[in-house]
T-cell receptor, first 112, second 113 residues
Framework: QKEVEQDPGPLSVPEGAIVSLNCTYS??????FMWYRQYSRKGPELLMY????GNKEDGRFTAQVDKSSKYISLFIRDSQPSDSATYLC????????????FGTGTRLLVSP | ETGVTQSPTHLIKTRGQQVTLRCSSQ?????VSWYQQALGQGPQFIFQ???????GRGNFPPRFSGLQFPNYSSELNVNALELDDSALYLC????????????FGPGTRLLVL
């Protein structure tokens, strides 16, 4: 079993839709939770970061962490065609070095 | 502020050869991590360097090795290349103990024939 599970998609939505992306994990030591966006043939770009449980909002993006369920989510409001990319969740435990454990990534397609 | 840069962008090698990939950290960052991303997969942690020493390693064999230089730039060396080494190799720089500030470069795409 992988430490981090993420549906690979693709997830296809019309422009303006609310998008929900999710990851589950098995390692209860994870304390840091990140969402990265990766365009084709590019490096991952950090979108959101959350420490421990709770919600965080940044513009059209909202990240949620539920440590009791080992479940994290990223919501995108008013989705745009430019949001079409692969979204990677990543997690880290407070082990003294910064190893990120990534999900497989979910490919999102937003059609005009 | 300059971002993370990597070279070369693309590389083709044959089985058994050796390869060196290079990374320049973002200005002010003293920690470099390397990841391997196979097609359709998430990045896998290879190792991390801090102050020119290996600071942590993932499940990769010893033929994957690295260096960090005094200016915090880094190299990833892979010996005895195998077909499965074909992947996008990503470098990320960060300030030590600040997990949220890992910034990735564009990657080097390696194809092993």
């Amino acid at each position: 079993q992988k430490e981090v599970e993420q549906d690979p998609g693709p997830l296809s939505v019309p422009e303006g839709a609310i998008v929900s992306l999710n990851c589950t994990y098995s390692n209860s030591a994870f304390q840091y939770f990140m969402w990265y966006r990766q365009y084709s043939r590019k490096g991952p770009e950090l979108l959101m970061y959350t420490y421990s449980s709770g919600n965080k909002e940044d513009g059209r993006f909202t990240a949620q962490v539920d440590k009791s369920s080992k479940y994290i989510s990223l919501f995108i409001r008013d989705s745009q065609p430019s949001d079409s990319a692969t979204y990677l969740c990543a997690m880290s435990a407070n082990t003294g070095f910064q190893k990120l454990v990534f999900g497989t990534g979910t490919r999102l397609l937003v059609s005009p | 502020e300059t971002g993370v840069t990597q070279s070369p962008t693309h590389l083709i090698k044959t089985r058994g050869q050796q390869v060196t990939l290079r990374c320049s950290s973002q200005s002010g960052h003293n920690t470099v991590s390397w990841y391997q991303q196979a097609l359709g997969q998430g990045p896998q942690f290879i190792f991390q360097y801090y102050r020119e020493e290996e600071n942590g390693r993932g499940n990769f064999p010893p033929r994957f090795s690295g260096l960090q230089f005094p200016n915090y730039s880094s190299e990833l060396n892979v010996n005895a290349l195998e077909l499965d080494d074909s992947a996008l190799y990503l470098c990320a720089s960060s300030l030590r103990r600040e997990v949220e500030t890992q910034y990735f470069g564009p990657g080097t795409r390696l194809l092993v024939l």
